[in-house]
């Protein structure tokens, strides 16, 4: 039987302390300011990159456009075609003109 005292003790203490609670005070506009702060971070994070800016977007453009010219320049010089042929013929990748006892 002194669970049952214990139990309804603990209740009362409960409902007590229930009654001693103040009912809280919130600003008409909080609603309004927590759905306002939501969406603009809603916004910041659809942003992929925000640091890539138009600038240096244009940036990496132009050094792209450079670097492709620069390669295609440099391909289609001879100097480039006789480095490959050296080094295939260095590594036995390239068919050799020789003439093969076996032909």
Known sequence: METNKNITNKIKDTLNAMDAIEAVKVSPFFKDQTMQRLFTEKEEEQLIWPWFSFKLQLATLVCVIVLNV??????????????????????????????????
């Open 70 to 103: 620069l390669a295609f320049t440099q391909l289609n010089s001879n100097e480039y075609d006789s480095n490959i042929n050296e080094f295939a013929e260095t590594y036995g990748l390239s068919s050799s003109s020789d003439i093969s006892l076996f032909n």
